[in-house]
């Protein structure tokens, strides 16, 4: 059985059309063409937009000349007022500014540190856990919350403080479902900063609460009191180049999104991957072998190779960012084709993953094909879960950890069926999550 699949529109789309589908969600608002095409413009008389799947095309972009695709202002519009100048949304010289203080932070002796916390917090998702149906997205959600609760500002989700901030979240993300995929349809301006009050509301009191465990955090450094986490190392890294700080008006802005890109996009990844492995159980057997290897010491990671296969074949199929926004700042000659300033030029991960010209068996659940000559070249050339070149995800050796540990636990405790009656269905969210 192939895993579930959004369909794609059939058919031209007018832009009222375009519009009310792309609401709806993208994945099924785009043509079926996209999985084939190596370049396609989605072109309505108010924007035009590319989205590149040429392979040489999104190298360019991404890791040759990243500077000059730089994220677009219609993305940042409506992400702003709940992350600010945060590293996702800035360009040029204050985001690498930003990217030399974080990068430290997440450097794998980092890893290594952070692996015990994020063992108990998977011991917190276990106890959870009680026979009978579950709503496993949000489970998912909680303990991606709890990895970074922990690893961040030590602080669990138990908390209340953190508690606190993980519901303003989940809010928010039912408030303004949509909002970072704004700048593919090149909205206008008004409506991308449009908030809805319940959107506000949230975005005022999460800012809050982040900004009360900053000045905290702050304060037990002057102190030489606080402890040694994620927190304390980007708080206390000087920029090698200047050699100063963020200064903690900035860092709320840092912690605002390591929450948002820390929980949303794991807690995607991991309930995608339960989904698989529900409709597949053979692989729930085939862990079999290595479910009594994982351990709170970070080393028993590398024995996990099946699991690993299974959680990198979840991101191909599901990625929880399903597409990136950029824009030409100057005008540019992309597939032999002449285009302005200001174009949008969309990565997409989604169809990337799934194109039929690129792999083999592009829509099937397979993850053994990670040793086959087809599936290992993909890999190195149109893998871009975490994106690529300098833009990269900083936290992509820290969430492959917390996904791969998290699928060993569960299943080294549980089996998993799915309930009949609760098939799920992709959507395009803040990342992908399920309709239902
Ligand atoms: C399965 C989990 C994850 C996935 C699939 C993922 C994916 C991505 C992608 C695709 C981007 C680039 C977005 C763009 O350029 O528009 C990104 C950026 C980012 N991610 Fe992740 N991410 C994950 C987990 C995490 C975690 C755990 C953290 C932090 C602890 C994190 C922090 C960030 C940050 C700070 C950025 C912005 C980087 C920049 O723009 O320079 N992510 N992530």
Redesign the pocket.
């Known amino acids: 059985m192939k895993p579930v699949k959004p369909k794609s529109r059939q058919g031209r789309a007018g832009v009222i059309r375009f519009a009310r589908g792309f609401r709806s969600d993208i994945l099924s608002a785009l043509p079926e063409k996209l999985y084939r095409a190596w370049m396609a413009e989605l072109k309505t008389p108010f924007f035009k937009s590319i989205v590149a799947k040429d392979p040489a095309l999104v190298k360019l972009v991404s890791k040759q000349r990243p500077l000059d695709f730089p ?1 677009s202002d219609y ?1 940042g519009d409506g992400l702003r007022p709940l992350l600010g100048d ?5 360009n040029g010289p204050k ?1 690498q500014r ?2 030399r203080i ?1 990068d430290p932070a ?1 450097e794998g002796g980092r890893l290594r540190h952070s692996y015990p916390l994020m063992y108990d917090a998977a011991q917190g998702l276990l106890d959870r856990l009680t026979t009978g149906p579950h709503e496993f997205e949000e489970l998912a959600s909680a303990y ?1 919350a709890d ?2 609760f922990r ?2 500002l030590s602080v669990p989700i138990v908390t209340e403080i953190a508690h606190d901030i993980f519901q303003e979240f989940r809010k928010h993300q039912a408030a303004q479902p949509i909002v970072n995929l704004g700048g593919i349809l090149r909205l206008p301006r008004w409506m991308t900063r449009f908030y809805r009050p319940a959107a506000r509301k949230s975005v005022r009191r999460i800012r809050a609460l982040i900004t009360e465990l900053t000045r905290n955090r702050a304060r037990a450094i002057a102190d030489g009191t606080a402890p040694q986490d ?1 927190a304390t190392k980007i708080m206390t890294t000087p920029d090698p180049e200047t050699g100063k700080c963020f200064d903690w008006d900035e860092m709320v802005d ?1 912690v605002a ?2 929450f948002l ?3 949303e ?2 807690a ?2 991991i309930g995608w991957a339960l989904y698989l492995l529900v409709v597949h159980p053979e692989w729930q057997d085939r862990f079999c072998s290595e479910r009594q290897m994982v351990s709170d010491d970070f080393s028993s990671l590398s024995e996990l190779s099946q699991t690993r296969a299974v959680f990198r074949e979840t ?1 191909r199929l599901y ?3 399903p597409m ?2 950029r824009e030409t700042c100057q005008s540019e000659n992309l597939r032999n084709r002449q285009y302005d300033r200001g174009l949008q030029v969309v990565i997409s ?1 989604w169809h990337l993953h799934r194109h039929q010209r690129l792999w083999d068996n592009p829509d099937g659940f397979d993850p053994d094909r990670w040793s086959t000559d087809n599936g290992r070249q993909c890999l190195r050339d149109v893998y ?4 690529a070149g ?7 050796g ?3 950890s ?2 791969v540990l998290a699928l060993a636990m569960l299943v080294r405790q549980h089996r998993f069926e799915l309930c009949p009656d609760r098939l799920p269905q992709p959507v395009a969210r803040l ?1 992908v999550r399920s309709k239902n």
Request: include cysteine.
């Open positions: 994220k993305l945060s590293v996702f949304l800035t985001w930003q990217r974080i997440f991606a990895v970074i690893t961040l994620l840092q999104i390591f890109a820390g929980h996009t794991s995607s990844a991101l990625p929880p960012v990136m926004v991960p871009i879960p975490f994106s300098p833009r990269v995800c900083p936290g992509a820290f969430a492959m917390e996904g990342t």
